[in-house]
């Protein structure tokens, strides 16, 4: 079974700075991956997938993450953080399967910006 | 707006009742999932349909149960309700039913049980 893991629940960045939230997975076959922002009051949005194309993967919003087989991780990354960033980011696998699209889900990072 | 549409938006309930969540995913979408999120658990993967057939399932309850309708839109139905169950309850959609198609959630319907 697949599984995902969020390093830090909460994180906090002055605007400006880098972001970077971590994601371990664990899976026995070559997984897809995904990362989702949810802000407040509000559903999941994509910020990007990688479905074992290019390792490095450009999202929306500014946000790229880089696939490592070697270390298991998808790792988030914004070079300047927004205001507009403060959200909840979630990391989730999916595995090619016999039937079914399933999701799991890490346990979320909530993204703090200070002015 | 993803074009996922989710109603109710909020629903307040006692203990021991049912109730339905409705779902209608985008417009050519063929699989709907739910999700549940809570605060114990996490975003947990309930179920999925694709064209009407059950595809994929996880950890679902027995007192829950879904169904996708010839329209494709989906209804959740939790019966037996208990306090555990209150939560954010998401549909997704996507176009296949594939591992690697992209799933656009819903704004949720927020289930609160009393």
């Known amino acids: 079974a697949q599984s995902v893991t969020q390093l830090g629940s909460h994180v906090s960045v002055s605007e400006g700075a880098l972001v970077l939230l971590r994601c371990n997975y664990s899976s026995s076959v070559p997984p897809y991956l995904f990362w989702y922002v949810q802000y407040p009051n509000q559903g999941l949005q994509l910020l990007l997938k990688?479905?074992?194309?290019?390792?490095l993967v450009k999202g929306i919003n500014g946000f790229e993450a880089e696939f490592k087989k070697s270390e298991t991780s998808f790792h988030l990354t914004k070079p300047s953080a927004h205001m507009s960033d403060a959200a909840e980011y979630f990391c989730?696998?999916?595995?090619?399967?016999?039937?079914?699209?399933?999701?799991?889900f890490g346990g979320g990072t909530r993204v703090l910006v200070k002015p | 707006d993803s074009g996922v549409t989710q109603t109710p938006k909020h629903l307040i309930t006692a203990t021991g009742q049912r109730v339905t969540l409705r779902c209608s995913p985008r417009s050519g979408d063929l699989s709907v999932y739910w999700y549940q999120q809570s605060l114990d658990q996490g975003l947990q993967f309930l179920i999925q349909y694709y064209n009407g057939e059950e595809r994929a399932k996880g950890n679902i309850l027995e007192r829950f149960s879904a169904q996708q309708f010839p329209d494709l839109h989906s209804e959740l139905n939790l019966s037996s309700l208990e306090l555990g169950d209150s939560a954010l309850y998401f549909c997704a959609s996507s176009t296949g039913q594939g591992s690697n198609n992209e799933q656009f959630f819903g704004p949720g319907t927020r289930l609160t049980v009393l």
């Open positions: 989730a696998v999916s595995v090619p399967q016999a039937a079914g699209n399933k999701l799991t």
């Open positions: 990688y479905t074992s194309a290019a390792t």
